[in-house]
């Protein structure tokens, strides 16, 4: 059986980065993906806002590279999580549990103080290629 989703969208808020007493970051992120559907009076934009959650590395990576307005390319499972609020009401939340994540937009020069470089390649080719947006998996062992 397979429970994967795949979401490209923006970053609607800056990242929430929590550490857990054991010391393991968690990073909460909300994404907005829009698609254009067919109205009766032509096309219309929709909005799906979803929460992801992001582990250890990519917690990292989120904390440092990430901010509002931010495009990303997330994918991983889908978990659902269910409690009752304060009043008795029964709540269900869905969450993508990030298992890989790529930036995908590039920062202006002029915003580069408020957010550092993406991490580089790890080797330099001898002949230039196209830029290939940073991709790091939960599974990855990153030095940063």
Same mark, same amino acid.
Do not use: Q
């Given at each position: 059986?397979? @429970?994967?989703?795949?979401? *490209? %969208?923006?970053? %609607? ?10 010391? =393991? ?11 254009? =559907? ?7 934009? !929709?909005?799906?806002? !979803? ?5 250890? @590395?990519?917690?990292?990576? $989120?904390?440092? #590279? ?6 990303? #390319? =997330?994918? %991983?499972?889908?978990?659902? @999580? ?9 709540? *269900? ?5 990030? /298992? ?11 915003? /580069?103080?408020?957010?550092? $470089?993406?991490?580089?390649? $790890? /080797? ?6 196209? =830029? ?13």
């Amino acid at each position: 059986m397979i @429970n994967k989703a795949i979401l *490209v %969208g923006n970053v %609607g808020a800056d990242p929430e980065v929590r550490s857990l007493e054991s010391g =393991v970051k968690v990073c909460r992120i909300r994404l907005a993906t829009t698609e254009r =559907v067919r109205k009766d009076d032509g096309w219309a934009d !929709h909005t799906e806002w !979803h929460t992801v959650v992001l582990w250890r @590395n990519l917690a990292d990576i $989120a904390d440092k #590279y990430i901010r509002r307005g931010s495009r990303i #390319y =997330v994918e %991983g499972p889908l978990r659902s @999580n269910e409690w009752t609020d304060k009043e008795g009401n029964r709540r *269900v939340t869905v969450e993508i549990i990030a /298992s890989e994540l790529k930036l995908l937009d590039r920062r202006a020069d002029g915003d /580069s103080a408020s957010r550092p $470089a993406a991490p580089a390649a $790890a /080797s330099t080719p001898a002949t230039p290629k196209p =830029v290939v947006p940073p991709t790091v998996s939960d599974e990855d062992d990153l030095p940063f």
